[in-house]
């Protein structure tokens, strides 16, 4: 299987019939600082803006997306969990949901039934506190069927 980047215009990510349309203009930037140079390894402090946590929080995100969607599950665990350790520590809530929710199908797609549904709950709570019907709805889904809802 093949990935392809278009970075000119609108940026997708292409693998297969599969499109994704990586996150907001901050991550997109990540993603093209990586594939300007593809054939050179980038130092981490080179990816990740230190000037403020959203931004630290935010790259770490991207990573774990692109891992998730590349098949490199233990990688996107991995980018996920600092991305929460970030989003939890400057206080960004609908993040940190997100985050779990992410967690969560992860751990399904890898049968971690119990570690999935950790994370489901915990999304489930922060996105009724938030007062976000629609991802509460599909984390409530998630934990009756037991997959991504």
Request: glycine share 12%.
């Amino acid at each position: 299987m093949s990935i392809g980047f278009g970075l000119l215009g609108d940026m997708v990510i292409r693998s297969g019939k599969c499109e994704i349309v990586p996150g907001p203009p901050r991550q997109r930037c990540v993603l093209a600082l990586v594939l300007v140079d593809v054939d050179r390894p980038l130092p981490m402090d080179t990816l990740i803006d230190h000037g403020d946590g959203e931004g630290q929080a935010a790259t770490r995100d991207t990573l774990g997306h692109i891992a998730q969607h590349t098949g490199r599950t233990e990688r996107a665990l991995h980018s996920y969990g600092e991305a929460l350790t970030h989003f939890q520590s400057i206080g960004n809530a609908n993040r940190e949901a997100d985050t779990w929710s992410k967690l969560g199908d992860i751990h399904a797609e890898r049968g971690e039934d119990a570690r999935a549904r950790e994370a489901w709950t915990t999304a489930l709570a922060l996105y009724r506190e938030q007062g976000r019907s629609a991802p509460a709805h599909r984390m409530t889904t998630s934990l009756a069927t037991g997959g991504p809802g």
